[in-house]
């Protein structure tokens, strides 16, 4: 499985931004994609999950961003309501079997 993470930039506050995660192989074998991000000096944090039918977000963002999943491989993140704090290279991931899978980080920027 490869994944490849698009859509960063750099927005004001209370702007949108949609995170996009396209992936490739055997992507018949993922039960499960999702992101995650990593501010400067922080670790690495979970933000939003979709397995099957199942939901998780982190609770800074919860009502803020949506995560969706199409049947070919293709993961969004829907990000509104942006704040300074969402400032983070974002992570997307899939696990199939026992083995997760990374894309490469995409930059996200809230700033005046």
């Known amino acids: 499985v490869q994944l490849q993470a698009s859509g960063g930039g750099l927005v004001q506050p209370g702007e949108s931004l949609r995170l996009s995660c396209a992936g490739s192989g055997r992507i018949f074998s993922i039960n499960g994609m999702g992101w995650y991000r990593q501010a400067p000096g922080k670790e690495r944090e979970l933000v939003a999950l979709?397995?099957?039918?199942?939901r998780r977000y982190a609770a800074s963002v919860e009502g803020r961003f949506t995560i969706s999943r199409d049947s070919k491989g293709l993961l969004s993140l829907q990000m509104n309501s942006l704040k300074p704090e969402d400032t983070a290279v974002y992570y997307c991931?899939?696990?199939?079997?026992?083995?997760?899978?990374w894309g490469q980080g995409t930059q996200v920027t809230v700033s005046s």
């Open positions: 991931y899939a696990v199939a079997g026992d083995q997760t899978y």
């Open positions: 979709s397995t099957g039918s199942i």
